[in-house]
């Protein structure tokens, strides 16, 4: 009960909505006593994926806690994963440099993984965020007319959207479609969120960036906006 704890708490709307996004990111069927740090740590990335403040992270994950707690007190749960409160460092301003991106886009072909390659393609060169756009992304969601685009159905607040193509996103795209025919599924994408934080946790240690904070997928939205304006 959302209620129990917070019931004279002046910002109980916030703790429900805080309660809501959790529970829409696990799902109804996930299973309570398999919680553990891996599990938090998707969480926040997910929040950062959807470009929201360390301190609106920090209220969010406070609310996650408090539940878990309320878990543990009743023996639903063993033991408390570490939710550690982050730093509340402001605006992020890091962008991927072209040095960098060359380095990322060689590992990705030096391992193989072509579909992750042009996914990175497809942040960079259209600002998409990862979990609620680009992964949910469908072959009648490629358009070509007036123009080259993606036609994002359920974006940031359920909002709709025409993006547009660069040459490469373009190619990245027709690829990603080209398996998908193959394969004989409409997503263009074959793996999940959790898969994509993997491997690019992954990529992050081999190219010696996996202490930089600022460097999480919401970085490939930075990067969209600041090329957009120069």
Not at 69 to 95: C, H, I, Q, S, T
Not at 111 to 127: P, Q, S
Not at 128 to 142: G, T
Not at 166 to 191: I, S, Y
Request: net charge neutral; with cysteine; proline share 3%.
């Amino acid at each position: 009960d959302a209620k129990d704890g917070w019931a004279t708490d002046r910002s109980y709307s916030t703790h429900v909505i805080n309660i809501g996004t959790a529970l829409a990111f696990f799902g109804d069927d996930f299973e309570l006593a398999s919680f553990n740090d891996q599990w938090v740590a998707d969480y926040e990335a997910h929040l950062e994926d959807k470009g929201l403040s360390d301190g609106t992270i920090n209220r969010k994950v406070s609310a996650l806690s408090k539940c878990l707690k309320f878990a543990k007190a009743r023996r639903w749960l063993a033991d408390l994963p570490n939710m550690a409160r982050r730093e509340e460092r402001g605006y992020r301003n890091r962008v991927i440099q072209l040095e960098e991106e060359a380095r990322i886009l060689a590992y990705y072909s030096r391992m193989g993984l072509e579909e992750d390659a042009d996914l990175y393609v497809i942040l960079v060169d259209c600002g998409l965020r990862v979990a609620i756009e680009a992964l949910r992304l469908e072959a009648p969601d490629y358009r070509q007319l007036p123009f080259a685009h993606l036609f994002v159905r359920d974006g940031k607040g359920g909002k709709e959207r025409t993006v547009p193509l660069t040459k490469r996103a373009m190619a990245a795209v027709e690829r990603c479609l080209a398996r998908a025919r193959c394969d004989g599924r409409a997503q263009l994408f074959t793996f999940r969120y959790r898969v994509f934080l993997d491997r690019w946790a992954l990529m992050a240690q081999a190219l010696g960036l996996q202490d930089d904070p600022q460097f999480i997928p919401h970085i490939c939205r930075h990067t969209y906006c600041s090329r957009l304006a120069d």
